[in-house]
């Protein structure tokens, strides 16, 4: 597939407001950490005509771009395809745009007070201005794509879609403490493994792939972001806050069926999964312990992180479809760090 280069040009750094320097990222990314500068400085410039308006709010984005998994997904698809494009530039920071977009709207959501060990925009800024200010990332997401072409404007717009389909559609679950397994990975095969999904598929794409190798590169992503949602699960139930840098306890709390529960659910005999469900109902200090109790007991929380494994094993038998290299291997590492990782 031929693709025509864009030129890109960012605005200098040096003409950007000074915001907080933030550290080489701790995933094995040193291959592509200049490429992943280059993603940073097209999501700076994309956002420098709000300068003046939010810049406050702006400046905070740095607290949320933490591990930037996605856009290093994409980057190392297109690289373990062929080679990194300027258009992947725009894409990747396309993408991370969307990504801090749903954290910034699901912490409104959950009413979370920290996301990696400092406080969250609704924290300091409230409801309104955080939910507008997303919904300001989505929409400069799009205009960014549209610097592309057409087709990767129908993917990301398609990927965005599925992740607000998912997260809507848990929230009208939230509460339904009859929900299905069937249920729980549709929401979120949408409103996680959907934007995974996309960006390696984009990064393949660009890279002159195939269709067959990008649809197998989609089919990493998405299984990779499943079961990154499934740990992310357990973390939420098992983490401490302190390693997690984040407010944790939010899915109990809220009443939302996670898969060590749902696990757990099917273990228990009728009368005793009625009881269980009396605690989820009323998820204080003392039915938490009971819930964890009983995940523990009933093999809830090891059958769930064995499901995670086993995506993590699909994710990486996805990418037989390539050729022996450092990117490759740097995926396979990656569907490891996905299940075995505390924040």
Known sequence: MKVI?????????TELPQLAVKPRPKLPFASIADDLDSVDAAF??????????VLPLIQHLRNYRGKRLRPALLLLAAKACGKIESNHY??????????????IHDDVLDDAEARRHLPTFNANWGNKKSILFGDMLFTQAFHLTSRVDRRACELIGAATNTV???ELRQVCETGNLHLTEEAYFHMIDGKTAALTEVSTRLGAIYAGATEDVADRLAEYGR?????????????????????????????LNQGKLTLPLLRTLAKLPPADAEEFRSWLAAPGEANRKRILDAIHRTGGLASAKRTAEDFARRAKEALDCLPRSECRAILEQLTEWSIRREK
């Open 223 to 251: 299984c990779i972001g499943i079961a990154f949602q499934i740990s992310d699960d357990l973390l939420d139930l098992t983490g401490e806050e302190t390693k997690a840098g984040k407010t944790l306890g939010t899915d």
């Open 90 to 103: 725009i894409l990747a920071a396309a993408v991370e745009m969307i990504h801090t977009a749903t954290l």
């Open 164 to 166: 607000c389909a998912g």
């Open 44 to 53: 700076d410039d994309a956002l420098a005509q709000h300068r003046s308006t």
């Open 5 to 13: 280069a864009m030129l890109v040009t960012f605005t200098p750094i």
